[in-house]
C-alpha cells in the first residue's frame, strides 16, 4: 500500500512562491500516474495538476495554474513537486497529492492513493 505524504505547505502573500513535495512510501513512485489537487474551504476538490508515469513525463495543468503552477517528479527520491509561482489569493486551499496506477487523468476518483494535505493561504 503506497503511502503519500505531503509537505511545503504555508502562509505567503500574494505574487510569491511555495514548492510543495509529495513523498512516496511503501510503493515505487515511478509505476504511478501522480496529481495535485485542492480544495478550498467550503468548495470541492479541483484539479490541479497531473503527470504521467511514462518517461515522456508529460503533464496536464488546470487553467487557472497553467503558467504559474510546474509539477515535476524525482523517481529516485519517489517524490513529486510542485512548483507554484505568482500565487494568487484565490489559490488558497489544502493541497493534495493523488497516485494511480495507469494514464494520468484529471478526475480525481480514479485516483488510488491520496496524503493528508496541505495547508496553503495566499494574503492579498
Known amino acids: 500500500q503506497m503511502r503519500l505524504v505531503e509537505s511545503g505547505g504555508g502562509l505567503v502573500q500574494a505574487g510569491d512562491s511555495l514548492r510543495l513535495s509529495c513523498v512516496a512510501s511503501?510503493?515505487?513512485?515511478?509505476?504511478?500516474?501522480m496529481a495535485w489537487f485542492r480544495q478550498a474551504q467550503g468548495n470541492e476538490r479541483e484539479f490541479v495538476a497531473t503527470?504521467?508515469?511514462?518517461?515522456?513525463?508529460?503533464?496536464y495543468y488546470a487553467d487557472s495554474v497553467k503558467g504559474r503552477f510546474t509539477l515535476s517528479r524525482d523517481n529516485a527520491k519517489n517524490t513529486v513537486y510542485l512548483e507554484m509561482s505568482r500565487l494568487k489569493p484565490e489559490d488558497t486551499a489544502v493541497y493534495y497529492c493523488?497516485?494511480?496506477?495507469?494514464?494520468?487523468?484529471?478526475?480525481?476518483?480514479?485516483?488510488?492513493?491520496w496524503g493528508q494535505g496541505t495547508q496553503v493561504t495566499v494574503s492579498s
Open positions: 493523488a497516485g494511480k496506477a495507469g494514464a494520468m487523468t484529471t478526475n480525481s476518483q480514479q485516483y488510488t492513493y
Open positions: 511503501g510503493g515505487t513512485l515511478s509505476s504511478y500516474a
Open positions: 503527470i504521467a508515469w511514462t518517461r515522456t513525463y508529460s503533464t
